[in-house]
């Protein structure tokens, strides 16, 4: 069984930007985000696979963790694509969830219920 990262509300915004775009490419419905059409441009698999486990690893690493949003960052970040515009929606789509009060709502909703015990996974 491969290792799983689960989202929480106390991590910080870095690791649950990364397991939205992680979940993104992986294009299954039913599993947030899922946007028909692929409207982002992220890199190839082959690419985007090792870099998502390597800003993992960066970000669990690094001594301004977990206190450093994403906005502090970005350079960080737009490696997973391959062009600022997709960056830039994806960024805003991603605030615009999780940084709201729909956002929290939906995560303390989720967490409540006793039959789930994720809300998405990271797995390499």
């Not at 690493?61 to 994806?90: G, M, N, V, W």
């Amino acid at each position: 069984m491969k290792p799983e990262r689960i989202l929480t509300v106390e991590a910080s915004d870095s690791l649950n930007f990364l397991l939205y775009v992680h979940n993104y490419a992986k294009q299954e419905k039913h599993c947030y985000p899922y946007i028909p059409g692929n409207p982002w441009n992220l890199q190839e698999q082959s690419i985007l696979r090792p870099l998502l486990q390597q800003l993992w690893n960066e970000t669990l690493a690094d001594s301004t963790y977990p206190s450093l949003p994403i906005d502090h960052q970005k350079e960080r970040f737009r490696s997973l694509f391959c062009d600022e515009i997709s960056f830039e929606y994806c960024l805003d789509t991603f605030y615009s969830w999780w940084g709201s009060m729909a956002g929290s709502m939906a995560i303390e909703r989720f967490v409540d219920q006793d039959s789930h015990n994720s809300l998405y996974t990271f797995s390499f």
